[in-house]
């Protein structure tokens, strides 16, 4: 009778696994829509914003103003993270304690090859034919 009631307990403890399962999943699809909808939301921010400037100070300083624009953005956004309060996180492993700027240092070190691959390639597709559209 001891091990039917034991059976009982893990199988109700697999079920409500299987629903945290499942309820995690839908909300990890959830985070990874709405990034992808803040990510083409910022896109047509700075295209919009790249069209409307474009014809008031012409097609040298337009990248220009973008891209302080965007220094000034990701400026704040570095000065945020320096004041974030250094909470020890809850996941443990070698992430738990440490500044988010150091977490992203040590990411970019690991993978700094393939940044880089990723970035020239950007830049070449960027300058040939293959991201252009024929009309």
Avoid: Y
């Avoid at 403890?13 to 939301?41: D, H, K, P, Q, Y």
Wanted: hydrophobic share 55%; proline share 4%; with cysteine.
């Amino acid at each position: 009778m001891l091990e039917l009631a034991l059976s009982l307990l893990r199988l109700g403890a697999a079920e409500s696994m299987r629903a945290a399962g499942r309820r995690i999943g839908v909300a990890l699809f959830f985070a990874v829509v709405a990034s992808a909808a803040g990510t083409g939301a910022l896109g047509c921010i700075i295209t919009a914003s790249w069209l409307a400037l474009l014809p008031a100070i012409g097609p040298i300083r337009t990248p220009l103003v973008i891209g302080a624009i965007l220094a000034c953005v990701a400026a704040i956004f570095i000065s945020a993270l320096r004041k974030w309060p250094q909470r020890h996180s809850q996941l443990g492993g070698n992430l738990s304690g440490k500044h988010p700027s150091a977490v992203l240092s040590a990411v970019l070190c690991d993978h700094k090859t393939a940044l880089l691959l990723g970035a020239a390639l950007a830049g070449i597709v960027a300058g040939s034919n293959l991201g252009r559209l024929e009309r």
